[in-house]
């Protein structure tokens, strides 16, 4: 249905309007600590409609080998409803929806933890986000102070698709005026955090797809202890700064020049690549040794950028098996958990930084002045996550 | 239904056919000066499917922050039929479609007036474009002229869904060879401009979706002659070359560097960024403080490239309230019309450039000269735009 | 249908598991020359569903300007299903799906030989890729052998789209560990290449669709001998990393500066753009003066990269027509073949070009020696192919 109107015609009118230099406002977004009250629950704005081409051109931009996220042929064989999102697609969507509100003043994001990936996001998915203050602290006057979020990613169906909780260093607000603040609610949302949450998985089938993945990296080939050299790198380009945009991320550190270089410390100069991008790569090329017969991501916990990257950085991974186990129930049958730590390096190969630093990358480099190790400035993110991996049977 | 057709083989055939040097033909497009004659009509090659995943890339890359563009549940709950391309998007392929034709010669883009957007354009609508020539200025010889058209965009039912005007500098033929005709046509295809055009709205329900778009950018937030400092700036990387390419523009200064840089004067060296990308980057940068909560962008007249952009550039914006008043008829229960006064700067942010310009940003350039004011080299782009805006009620 | 699953909570691991410098492996991907072996059928990884919205950003970056593949309304009103791959994109999707195993360790594509596309890729449709062994070669021990192979597309319903042979180069060896083997399989796949294949093409329409297309570019406008210069250029930026990425291209020479820099040689420094990416983007400025009209790209052979490219480089193209000749059969009433030379240049236009080297840029550069020429620093590509063009009638 539609409806026909007209406009009286558009005249030029800047002119005729007077000049007042006192007429002037500055909306500015993100929170300062002070704007951090725990309890307090963020609705996001905008959202996210998944489309299968982005989901297709996100898994392959940061070379997601598994056919999941590019194959919806296999999607499907696999028992998906379709083309699945890729996870770091989805932690990418539904932080990036939350920056404007929790973190565009954010002076570091500290870590990422507990994250749990609860539903498939499919195409046509809507995803909304929600930030719930969890703890704020302060450091004493002058310093920035550390803010525990968590934040849940829902679907159109109100639906938990995502959970995760990370810390982030904030400046106190000073004598500035105060951020553009949300709508106002009489009602706290409804923030629908499950500690011990269940995952909805697709009843897989009889016998999984054959073929379209790699012959060594099923659940059986995989070894506590085991550290694995992931062979490629990836240099990252200007790119970046669309590829923020493309998730919705608003931190101008990321694209906007005048203002990185107008910063002072480590974070000056040229644009900061977004840390869900560089985590994003580091998982795609880890993704064909590790990751290509898993058939869920169950999420990830103790995730820190250590160093930044910017645009000309080569990035590289390595993978260390942390844990393996069968699956829960009947899911034994086909499936076990693996769990692994992911390392990125830069400007280094990742064969060559074993060799430099051994397994001193292994280490947390937030452990390494208690254990009087020095931290290594090539290496710029550990994590450990949890897959859901088919066994070879 | 498809026929199965046996074709002879290959073979390689180059070092059999005779190489003459004098049998070669240098097809070239876009006009001469003398190839425009008021009155006459083109129809511009190729057309544009709008699929949802670019119509979400573009909102997504020029940071339009509107719903409406990126979450197809919200455009849907709003009365929309689906997802709407953003104006932005629209404007730029209805432009780029005629490039070819009208100004892959020009050499300067003069101004932009009296768009209108006319009805929306959804996911799967195929859009063509049609210029009509209105006016050919010429200014003695050797010296280009100025050549004034109309384009038209139609949908695959024949429905306009955008009009403007233009005004391009183009340089006329001398002794050089024609540019490659149009098809010949007996009869000038129509050329449905409507002055007093009436747009097709959606019937918008009852109630408007919430939460999504900020608290301070509906109607009764703006006030005749407020001026908004737009918070972040964006630097264009070489990004703008594909994104040229992406809707379909096909004049060599904004991706050829062996061409730009053989150019002469202000234009010589890399490429320029389109000036239809620039624009929609300003408007994306303004967005979330100023058409968040629009239903619909009328149009914009008076648009000038004041300076132009390379790659490195961070461009910012700021806006400037012109007009506030209701929507006409029934529609004045939930909306108003907002006129907006957009200006682009570069290389330094909005709130610093306001600093040191103060109005004088706000004055057109073109005007400057006889107010005896200082052009503003940091400026690179004016315009007035009318959006239908949501009141808060 | 979905199941509930509780999985039992992640807690941190890394400190616990003990860190042994020796348990470590590095898998590596492509293959040796000892490793191919001819008569081998290889299956290649993960598969690519073609989705409506990247088929037309491919045709966009890489300029194809027929309207089959950016212009689904145009496509069906020509016979077709729905918008249609551009050939270039189902070309470098099938050929980067096998690199991971043919040629990720390859140190030079040598050459495309005897490519016929049989049947359209449509949206949706999932493209697998195969190859068989057909030569290997060895030149000594410490020298690189070179192997041929064919290389299979295949759609969902196990149709053939592309079928094309290459020639590569590879080390040997040596006492290096083996690369990452394929799957063991106890039946060798089959390999449905046919020599003289039928093509599948749509029942065409009494009329084709008009208007959209150039005037300049049907069947009658093309005779033997004839040098089409093409007008503009293409400069080349770094988004050929992520567009390496996008079609599955595994070769760290395309995207990792570590890698690249680390080679000696011509290929050492920046990443080379990946040929098949420099072919497209030729094409693509070839085709508004050749290719508009056509309904199939047929094939192509002799295709040479005499020249690396990396970002940075502004390349462009020239045409030579080879052979005009009906189509067979019915097809004839309607449309002819053409068989055009596509060659590229870099750093230079066209025109200039040719200009300079005139009709000796249309002789391939292995002949040059041969013919005592000189070689040409500037040319980068060379190709025949051919193509069904609409006549005027």
Redo the contacts between chains.
């Keep these: 249905?539609?409806?026909?109107?007209?406009?009286?015609?558009?005249v030029?009118?800047?002119?005729k309007?007077?000049?007042?230099?006192q007429?002037?406002?500055?909306?500015?977004?993100g929170r300062y600590l002070e704007e951090f009250v725990p309890g307090q629950v963020f609705?996001h704005?905008?959202?996210?409609?998944f489309?299968?081409?982005?989901m297709?051109?996100f898994a392959?931009?940061?070379?997601q080998?598994n056919?999941l996220y590019?194959?919806?042929?296999?999607a499907r064989a696999s028992g998906f409803a379709g083309?699945v999102a890729s996870p770091q697609m989805v932690f990418n969507v539904v932080l990036s929806l939350g920056v404007?509100n929790d973190s565009e003043k954010a002076m570091a994001n500290l870590g990422y933890y507990?994250a749990?990936y609860l539903?498939p996001v499919y195409q046509?998915d809507?995803i909304?986000s929600l930030t719930k203050v969890i703890d704020r602290k302060e450091r004493g006057a002058g310093k920035p102070g550390i803010v525990t979020i968590r934040t849940l990613g829902l679907n159109?169906n109100d639906e938990v698709v995502l959970q995760y909780e990370r810390k982030i260093m904030v400046a106190g607000q000073g004598d500035r005026p105060p951020t553009?603040?949300?709508?106002?609610s009489t009602v706290m949302p409804a923030f629908p955090w499950v500690?011990?949450?269940?995952?909805?998985?697709?009843?897989f089938p009889e016998s999984l797809p054959?073929?379209?993945?790699?012959?060594?990296s099923c659940f059986e080939d995989f070894?506590?202890?085991?550290?694995?050299?992931?062979?490629?790198?990836?240099?990252i380009?200007?790119?970046h700064?669309?590829l923020t945009?493309?998730?919705?991320n608003?931190h101008?550190l990321h694209?906007?020049?005048?203002?990185s270089s107008?910063l002072s410390g480590k974070m000056s100069g040229d644009?900061i690549v977004y840390g869900g991008l560089v985590f994003a790569w580091l998982e795609g090329l880890a993704s064909?040794?590790v990751s290509?017969n898993s058939v869920w991501e169950?999420?990830?916990?103790?995730g820190y950028h250590t160093q930044p990257s910017v645009s000309?950085d080569?990035v590289?991974a390595l993978s260390?098996?942390?844990?393996a186990e069968d699956a829960?129930?009947d899911?034994a049958a086909k499936f076990g958990?693996v769990?692994f730590?992911l390392i990125g390096v830069k400007?280094?190969?990742a064969?060559r930084a074993?060799a430099q630093y051994?397994?001193d990358l292994?280490?947390?480099e937030g452990?390494k002045k208690a254990l009087a190790k020095e931290k290594i400035d090539a290496k710029i993110f550990?994590i450990?996550r949890?897959l859901l991996i088919r066994k070879r049977g």
Aim: aromatic share 8%; net charge negative; hydrophobic share 35%.
């Design positions: 249905m539609s409806q026909a109107i007209r406009f009286r015609a558009q030029e009118l800047a002119e309007v007077k000049l007042d230099v007429q002037v406002r500055y909306p500015h977004y609705v704005p905008r959202g996210f409609t489309f299968p081409a982005q297709e051109a392959r931009t940061y070379m080998c056919p590019v194959n919806d042929q296999y083309l404007q507990d749990q539903r046509l809507t909304r159109q553009t603040p949300l709508p106002p500690d011990a949450a269940e995952v909805a998985l697709p009843e054959a073929g379209l993945t790699g012959p060594n070894s506590v202890g085991e550290i694995i050299v992931h062979a490629n790198g990836r240099t380009t200007d790119e700064l669309p945009y493309a998730v919705g608003t101008p694209f906007d020049r005048v203002f107008g644009p064909r040794d290509e169950l999420g990830f916990t103790e000309g080569t590289a260390r098996v942390l844990a829960p129930g899911l958990i769990s730590q400007n280094v190969s064969a074993f051994g397994v292994f280490v947390k452990d550990e450990e949890r």
